[in-house]
């Protein structure tokens, strides 16, 4: 059988979409699932066409999704150096300061996966920076190590550093 006709007439569009709170559906329907709503955010991926997917072991298929494709849930203050930030998709990584922003209602994003990715702060994420969280004459800032982070408030938080540095 020739390859390319094993795919003829298929698809790999589905109706399964994660809102901006990070709730998963399939159509009108919310799946609910604890460990069917783990797997698809650790699955959560660009296809070659930037478009994003669950991709897995076996296979991939196109999702929608409304706001951010991460969501930060847990901030690890170190003693010394950068954050260690927890994702959604269990991932974690040390927080690049530089990309920290916040929109209009003060939610903080970053930027993740070397850029690829934005990720929100989840209200809990977000107040675990109490403890470093000072004011000066300036304003509210985060004292990281010996920076003082301003995260500047942008119109569209969703786009990465690197897109708004391009443009």
Not at 86 to 96: A, C, G, I, N
Request: charged share 30%; glycine share 6%; with cysteine.
């Amino acid at each position: 059988m020739d390859p390319s006709q094993f795919l003829t007439g298929k698809t790999r569009e589905t109706h399964i979409r994660r809102d901006a709170q990070g709730r998963w559906f399939d159509g009108a329907e919310e799946l609910e699932h604890p460990n069917l709503v783990r797997a698809f955010d650790r699955w959560l991926e660009r296809a070659d066409d930037g478009r994003y997917c669950l991709r897995n072991d076996i296979n991939w298929a196109y999702v929608s999704i409304e706001g951010p494709p991460l969501f930060v849930r847990a901030v690890h203050l170190e003693t010394a150096g950068l954050p260690r930030l927890t994702f959604s998709d269990e991932r974690s990584e040390l927080l690049d300061p530089r990309t920290l922003r916040q929109d209009e209602s003060g939610a903080l994003y970053c930027d993740a996966r070397a850029g690829q990715f934005v990720a929100r702060f989840d209200r809990h994420a977000q107040q675990q920076f109490e403890p470093v969280l000072q004011e000066d004459a300036q304003g509210v800032y985060l004292a990281l190590g010996t920076e003082r982070i301003r995260p500047p408030l942008v119109a569209d938080p969703l786009q990465p550093l690197v897109q708004r540095a391009a443009h």
